[in-house]
């Protein structure tokens, strides 16, 4: 079974200075990984993901996340936020193979101007 | 391209009612996800549609809910009766048929039992 552990419910951070949200999953298996975006009254959007490859990944509105096996963590960072950054972040990961997701408890991003 | 869409966007319903919820996929997606999120935690998956056919119902909490995809295009989820601790917020995803491809969710429905 997988688990994600996301373990900063809210992150308050000003604007343009950087962030970095943490995200640490569990699996016995090969996973696949993503985080995804809440904004207000909107649906969940795809920041970006991990399947393969450099473990650097690179993602929409600036965002990266950077995979490292050995401590089992996705954490997503962004040098400088802006206020329209300001939205709920969710890390997921999935078992290579399968298709539903499992997410972490979500990391509330306020940027303050 | 039309995205995910859901509705009602809120449903307000008494303890032991009936609600439907739908979806639409994205034209074309022949996967269809449903999720829940219980207030203050994770988004935990419900079910998964191939086409018409339910691939995975592990998630489903109880018979109380009953999931259908008739000719495999949108999709109802039925709460019947209603409880308290139903209420959350029931996300719908569609993406195509590789398990790689990306799943894109729909606005959510916030469903509140009194």
């Known amino acids: 079974a997988q688990s994600v552990t996301q373990l900063d419910s809210q992150v308050p951070v000003f604007e343009e200075a950087p962030v970095e949200l943490r995200c640490n999953y569990s699996?016995?298996?090969?996973?696949?990984l993503f985080w995804y975006v809440q904004y207000p009254n909107q649906g969940l959007q795809l920041l970006l993901k991990?399947?393969?490859?450099?473990?650097l990944v690179k993602g929409i509105n600036g965002f990266e996340a950077e995979f490292n096996k050995s401590q089992t963590s996705f954490h997503l960072r962004k040098p400088s936020v802006h206020i329209s950054d300001t939205a709920e972040y969710f890390c997921?990961?999935?078992?290579?193979?399968?298709?539903?997701?499992?997410f972490g408890t979500g990391t509330r991003l306020t940027v303050i101007p | 391209e039309a995205g995910v869409t859901q509705f009602p966007s809120h449903s307000v319903i008494e303890k032991g009612q009936t609600v439907t919820l739908r979806c639409d996929p994205i034209?074309?997606?022949?996967?269809l996800y449903w999720y829940r999120r219980v207030m203050g935690k994770e988004i935990k998956f419900l079910l998964h549609f191939v086409k018409e056919s339910k691939q995975d119902e592990s998630g489903m909490p109880n018979n109380r809910f009953l999931a259908e995809r008739t000719g495999g295009t949108y999709s109802t989820l039925k709460v019947q009766p209603a409880e308290l601790e139903d209420s959350g917020v029931y996300f719908c995803?569609?993406?195509?048929?590789?398990?790689?491809?990306?799943?894109?969710f729909g606005p959510g429905t916030r469903l509140t039992v009194l």
């Open positions: 997921a990961v999935r078992q290579t193979g399968a298709n539903n997701l499992f």
């Open positions: 995803a569609s993406s195509q048929l590789r398990s790689t491809d990306t799943q894109y």
């Open positions: 991990y399947l393969s490859g450099s473990t």
């Open positions: 034209s074309g997606h022949d996967n």
């Open positions: 699996s016995s298996v090969s996973v696949y």
